[in-house]
């Protein structure tokens, strides 16, 4: 199947500082990624959707200006926490998926365990 | 509105065979994910359907029904390894995937 590589696993940073997380899609181009994030015991949250070349549409309740998401190619998003407080430590999750073609499923990178302390 | 319900949490024993049922409403439909997450790690794609019918792979199977609105995943001869939780998804009509919360399956020796 597709592959989709997530960098970095897991991240511990200080309070107030900033953090970047990369998507890459390695075998296919990804016209749509999602940024999703995921509390313990709970289902995917999903945070924003971004298309190659064109601002990420946000979900309701989510912070524009504090989670950063930069779809420049077909192959890479990042997603940049900014100014991170306690309450951001979550796990992170993108997914990446071709709707121009197959596969039509998402496939995710392996997430980011966000720490902040 | 659009919504997916699955059961929170199963428990199967080792050997034997567990359904997790799935019922979804969406704004138009473009086929129903089921995808397996252990604790700290990323989904990973199970099935996908699209039209009406069971599709067998392996110990696993997954069902449609869309005039039901209703999908199961079936699981043979479990394993300990199949502990995990087992998310429902649903794609609507602009290809967004809604998901459920996610059911723990909880295997017992």
């Known amino acids: 199947g597709a592959v989709v590589s997530q960098h970095p696993s897991w991240v511990i940073c200080k309070s107030g500082t900033s953090v970047k997380i990369e998507c890459r899609s390695l075998?296919?181009?990804?016209?749509?990624m999602f940024w999703y994030r995921q509390f313990p015991k709970q289902s995917l949250m999903l945070m924003a959707t971004?298309?190659?070349?064109?601002?990420?549409?946000?979900e309701q309740g989510v912070e524009k200006d504090k989670f950063l998401i930069n779809h420049a190619s077909l192959t890479l998003s990042t997603l940049t926490v900014t100014s991170a407080h306690p309450e951001d430590s979550s796990f992170y999750i993108c997914?990446?998926?071709?709707?121009?073609?197959?596969?039509?499923?998402?496939?995710f990178g392996q997430g980011t365990r966000l720490t902040v302390v | 509105g659009q919504n997916i319900d699955q059961p929170t949490e199963m428990t199967a024993t080792e050997g034997a065979i567990v359904q997790i049922n799935c019922t979804y409403q969406?704004?138009?439909?473009?086929?129903l994910f089921w995808y397996q997450q252990h604790a700290g790690e990323a989904p990973t794609f199970l099935s996908y359907?699209?039209l009406d019918g069971l599709e067998e792979k392996g110990r696993f199977s997954s069902f449609l029904s869309r005039s039901k609105g209703y999908s199961y995943l079936l699981l043979k001869e479990l394993q300990m390894k199949d502990s995990a939780s087992y998310l429902c998804a649903a794609s609507d009509s602009n290809y967004q995937l809604i998901w459920g919360a996610g059911t723990k399956l909880i295997i017992k020796p």
């Open positions: 359907n699209v």
């Open positions: 997914s990446a998926r071709s709707i121009t073609g197959v596969p039509t499923e998402a496939f």
């Open positions: 971004s298309n190659e070349g064109s601002k990420a549409t946000y």
């Open positions: 075998d296919f181009q990804a016209t749509t």
């Open positions: 969406t704004s138009g439909f473009n086929g």
